[in-house]
Every structure is written in C-alpha cells, then in structure tokens.
C-alpha cells in the first residue's frame, strides 16, 4: 500500500475491534475480496469510498468488504437473503485479529463526516476491512436455511 494511503487509513481506523465479526455470502456476493485496491491521496478519497460504498445502489467499486459485529444481526440479514429468494447463504464467524485495516461505519459517521442515507440501525454494526478477508480468519460456517 503506498505510503500516502496508509497514513490516510490510520487516521481512520477503529481501536476497539470485537474478537469476531461476521460475513454473509450468498449466491451473487460470494466474494472475500473488495471490488478495487485502496489509492487514497487525500483524506477526502477515503471518504467518498466509504460513501460509495454505503450507497446500496452505486456501480462503483470499493476497497472495502462488509462485516457484522453482531451475529444476531447478522443471522437476520441471512434469513431476510434467503426471504428474497437468494441461496446458498453463509454466515461465516470471522477472528478478527487476523483482518488487515477495520473501519467501524457508526464512528465514520458520527465522528469523520462520512454521510449516509442509510438508518443507523443498518450500520451501527457495520464495519468495514480494506482489501479482503482472508480465508485463514475464517474460524466458523453456518449453512443458513429458512426455519420452517
């Protein structure tokens, strides 16, 4: 990562880190990798990444991947998947020791001037790693299934 970004993602990243957070994959988002590689030069790109890429409906590409630190949030987020009629979903259990750079959304947010037309409740777990979550912090696989 040149030097520029990572003085730019310090700035930014969260301190207080859960021991687990949690990845959903399902069919269409299987992906442990983000869209893009990180090439911050001024605060302001680190920024509008975020922003892009909590605008649900945005084509552009992030540095980022998504992950719950709440699994009951999580699960929930599942089900609903599954309710609109994705398959194959996953809930994977994630060490979060072994994740490169983590961004908690709701400080982004609340204290960086990230905006958002997201609830709060969508994203006050949210947190986002750079790059990619790799295979070797995965430490749990849930197969998920609609309870009948």
Known sequence: MPSTT???VAQYECDQIPS????VRYSGNQSLKSRCRPAFTVSNDFKTAVEQHLTWCSC???PFVSLFGDQNHAMNWA???LEH???DVVLLEIDSSRLGPL???RDLVTNHKVQTTLPEYMYQDEYLVLR???RRSIINKISVELEK
Do not use: N
């Not at 687990?20 to 990845?23: D, M, T, V």
């Open 103 to 105: 961004f908690r959304v």
């Open 132 to 134: 990619k979550i790799p």
């Open 85 to 87: 009629g994705y398959h």
């Open 20 to 23: 687990k957070l949690y990845r």
């Open 60 to 62: 552009e590409p992030t």
């Open 79 to 81: 089900h609903h998947l």
């Open 6 to 8: 990572a003085k730019i």
